[in-house]
T-cell receptor, first 116, second 117 residues
Framework: DTEVTQTPKHLVMGMTNKKSLKCEQH?????MYWYKQKAKKPPELMFV???????INESVPSRFSPECPNSSLLNLHLHALQPEDSALYLC???????????????FGPGTRLLVL | AQTVTQSQPEMSVQEAETVTLSCTYD???????LFWYKQPPSRQMILVIR??????QNATENRFSVNFQKAAKSFSLKISDSQLGDAAMYFC??????????????FGKGTKLSVKP
């Protein structure tokens, strides 16, 4: 099973709202990722969690706040977003430990975010 | 820094025929992984095929196969017996075999594949 789930599928929010995106995997993967993808562009890496610790923050504005409550869950808290933050937000996970296929990232279906 | 180039923004193929998508990359590393991901209009990124750089044998997955030329830094994807469901954006991606930020995926700009009935 290589399933990564994301909720919600769609989200519309105003610039003063606070919302959260959720990502979950039950594959025992130890690395989890948040990507932002604009239309007709490749995904852009935002954050990487490795063994539940934030290992990479690609200079993302503070209005995006990641959280990893446990090894299966990854949240992205949103606050005071701008219209240009409207995009598809993808979550991914990878095994990142010894073994076959440790480096392959498996993606969730994404959350389509619209900021008004 | 590593880069991935997909020189074909759009491609078209007739149903049941074969199409090849091109990908080249630049790296000074000797150990790495290469991937092809498919992203249909539903927008979910789906792994199509992966290749370890240390393996000379080209990876295959059913109708999908790659032509991996390490010296030329080329990693093309061949889709045989194309089906309507193959229509999607295809991304080529590189990942270093080393950990930390070096291990993150580097994507090409993508190739949009259309399949004609």
């Amino acid at each position: 099973d290589t399933e990564v789930t994301q909720t919600p599928k769609h989200l519309v929010m105003g610039m003063t709202n606070k919302k959260s995106l959720k990502c979950e995997q039950h594959m025992g993967h130890r690395a989890m990722y948040w990507y932002k993808q604009k239309a007709k562009k490749p995904p852009e890496l935002m954050f990487v969690y490795s063994y539940e610790k934030l290992s990479i923050n690609e200079s993302v504005p503070s209005r995006f706040s990641p959280e990893c409550p446990n090894s299966s869950l990854l949240n992205l808290h949103l606050h005071a977003l701008q219209p240009e933050d409207s995009a598809l937000y993808l979550c991914a996970s990878s095994q990142d430990s010894a073994g076959e296929d440790q480096e392959t990232q498996y993606f969730g279906p994404g959350t389509r975010l619209l900021v008004l | 820094a590593q880069t991935v180039t997909q020189s074909q923004p759009e491609m078209s193929v007739q149903e049941a025929e074969t199409v090849t998508l091109s990908c080249t990359y630049d790296t000074s590393e000797s150990d790495y992984y290469l991937f092809w991901y498919k992203q249909p209009p539903s927008r979910q990124m789906i792994l199509v095929i992966r290749q370890e750089a240390y393996k000379q044998q080209n990876a295959t997955e059913n109708r999908f196969s790659v032509n991996f030329q390490k010296a030329a830094k080329s990693f093309s994807l061949k889709i045989s017996d194309s089906q309507l469901g193959d229509a999607a954006m295809y991304f080529c991606a590189y990942r270093s075999a080393y950990g930390g930020s070096q291990g993150n995926l580097i994507f090409g700009k993508g190739t949009k594949l259309s399949v004609k009935p």
